[in-house]
Each structure stands twice: as structure tokens, then as C-alpha cells.
């Protein structure tokens, strides 16, 4: 966790009012996700923050994505650690893009694989074993998944929980969380390496069509340059 919270310009939380997409020929597909009523638990943040990932349609039908990142949906709260280093991808930490589910009065935070948040471990967060479907999945829902696994859902952290053990996480270790969030990539990759898929297909949006050849997010205690 030590490396994640170097890397932290600020913990928010806040709903996803809007998705855009963009597309140029020179930096290929981006998807833009605007998070709305955002409060801020680590760090400095605006009150509403935009999210730019790389991938989304393209010109000739197909969807161009990345299996590493965090797919986000419309109309979903989420608490999300943002970069302040620089990136090529997404400005999220280790893709925590969490996902608020309530199911039956209790919250659990979500990752975008359906796993919950159980702790803090030294390399990062913690999770179950999968709990949820993917937001736009049908015909299993949260109650009937939680309820198959009881143990691990009784070890799920909720925001309040979680946001405390990161707390006393960066006072024991003095550390802290800040820095300058950058909404911009460094473009020190080249867009078309990464396969694509058909736009539209049965596959899952977060699946790509073969290997994805991208460069790393680079781990760096200070921001390059940006376009």
C-alpha cells in the first residue's frame, strides 16, 4: 500500500454524470468520464473531476479497450484513487476505480472484476473472491452472489472503513497524500499496437480481441512533462 498512497494525488469519491468519447487520428479513441458532487477524503480534488481513459470507439465500427482499466458506468458511485504521477492510460491509481454496492442495507466497495475490498496489504488492496456481476450483466443479482459466498462478504470493507484504515495507514508511516493531478496523458505510447474488437459485439467491453501491447503506467515520485 506504501507505493499506492506515494502515487495518490487524492481519494474522492462521486457519480458518473456523463461519458463522452474522442477521437483523433494523432492520439486515437479516449474515453472521457465526467464524475459529478465529488467529495474529496484524501488530497485536494475539484468538485467535479474528469476522468480521461484510453479507449472507445472507433471511426470503422470497431472498439478499441484495454483489458488493464476500469471500465465505468453511468449513474454509479465510485471512490477512486487519482494519479500524481504522469500516465499514459488512466489517471487512476492501480485502477482503484471502486464501485459503491448496497445490498440489503450493508455497502461494500467493488472492484471491476466484482470483488469486494476485505483490507490493506503492503502491495496494495485487498480483495474477495468475486461477489458482484458487472453493472450491465443480467440475471444474477448482487443479493444472490453475496449470498453464496457469506465469508467472504462479512470480511468487506465499507467507505467509511476502508477510508479510515488508509488514514491511519498514512499517519503511522508519515506519508501523504497530494500532489498535482494531471487530466492529461503523456502520450509516450503508440495507440496502434493495441488490438480491437467489433463495437457492439457479445463480448465483454473489458475483454479485448488478442494481446493488448501497451506500455506500463510508469511508477515515478515526479510528473514528466505533459502535452
Not at 478499441?64 to 491509481?93: C, D, K, Q
Amino acid at each position: 500500500m506504501p507505493r499506492a498512497i506515494e502515487q495518490t494525488s487524492a481519494v474522492i469519491e462521486g457519480v458518473v454524470s456523463r461519458i463522452e468519447y474522442e477521437y483523433t487520428e494523432e492520439e486515437g479513441p479516449w474515453t472521457v468520464v465526467t464524475l459529478s458532487n465529488t467529495q474529496t477524503h484524501l488530497g485536494k480534488a475539484p468538485s467535479e473531476v474528469k476522468i480521461r481513459q484510453f479507449g472507445g470507439p472507433l471511426p470503422n465500427g470497431h472498439r478499441l479497450v484495454v483489458a488493464e482499466l476500469t471500465e465505468l458506468f453511468h449513474g454509479e458511485r465510485y471512490l477512486m484513487f487519482l494519479r500524481n504521477t504522469a500516465w499514459n492510460l488512466s489517471p487512476i491509481v492501480s485502477q482503484y476505480a471502486l464501485r459503491v454496492e448496497i445490498v440489503g442495507g450493508r455497502e461494500f466497495l467493488v472492484n471491476d472484476e466484482g470483488q469486494a475490498i476485505i483490507g490493506l496489504g503492503e502491495s496494495g488492496l485487498e480483495f474477495s473472491s468475486p461477489l458482484f456481476p458487472r453493472p450491465d450483466v443480467s440475471g444474477i443479482s448482487p443479493s444472490q452472489e453475496t449470498a453464496t459466498r457469506p465469508v467472504a462478504a462479512a470480511l468487506a470493507l465499507d467507505r467509511a472503513q476502508l477510508i479510515g484504515l488508509l488514514k491511519a495507514e498514512v499517519s503511522t508511516r508519515g506519508a501523504r497524500v497530494g500532489g498535482e493531478f494531471f487530466d492529461c496523458p503523456a502520450g509516450e505510447f503508440q495507440w496502434r499496437r493495441v488490438a480491437t474488437m467489433p463495437h457492439g459485439a457479445n463480448t465483454s467491453p473489458a475483454t479485448p480481441a488478442g494481446p493488448v501491447r501497451s506500455s506500463p503506467e510508469r511508477d515515478i515520485s515526479r510528473p514528466s512533462p505533459h502535452r
